[in-house]
């Protein structure tokens, strides 16, 4: 099954969004494939317009983890990868100020773990099944 991004495009700001919330998505050079490499940074495969869908979704279904401070996501059960090592999940830390557009990256769930109650949301709200629930919580995705 592959997943279909919505078309966006950047506002003149080069700014994605609002959302329903009225939040901008701003992607970074150095967390995009075409950036310059750093060990310390993850890479979306995703191109910059495709990585507002997994921001927008998180933000607008309140996806949020107050121990990590921001917006985790998940996408088709999982079975969209968003980074260059596979990740299947994607962080997008709280902006400093409110009024910062936010910016987001691939994680793996060893790395930066979503909390057990968002995790559980997932499942109880059918987006992801039991088996990537597990494969969560256990730090394998």
Known sequence: MSYTFPKVKLN???LFGPTLKKHYYKPVGYHNK???SSKHKTLWVLKQNEQYEPFRISDEKAWICAKN???FSIL???NV???TNEERISFFPNPVNKTDPWHGYPIDSGEKDPSIDLVDKWLK???IDD???YK???GQI
């Open 12 to 14: 003149d700001d080069g």
């Open 34 to 36: 075409t950036g310059e």
């Open 69 to 71: 401070k921001g917006l």
């Open 76 to 78: 088709d059960n999982g």
């Open 81 to 83: 990868i968003m980074g």
């Open 125 to 127: 709200d059918k987006i």
């Open 131 to 133: 088996r990537i629930h």
């Open 136 to 138: 969560i919580l256990k």
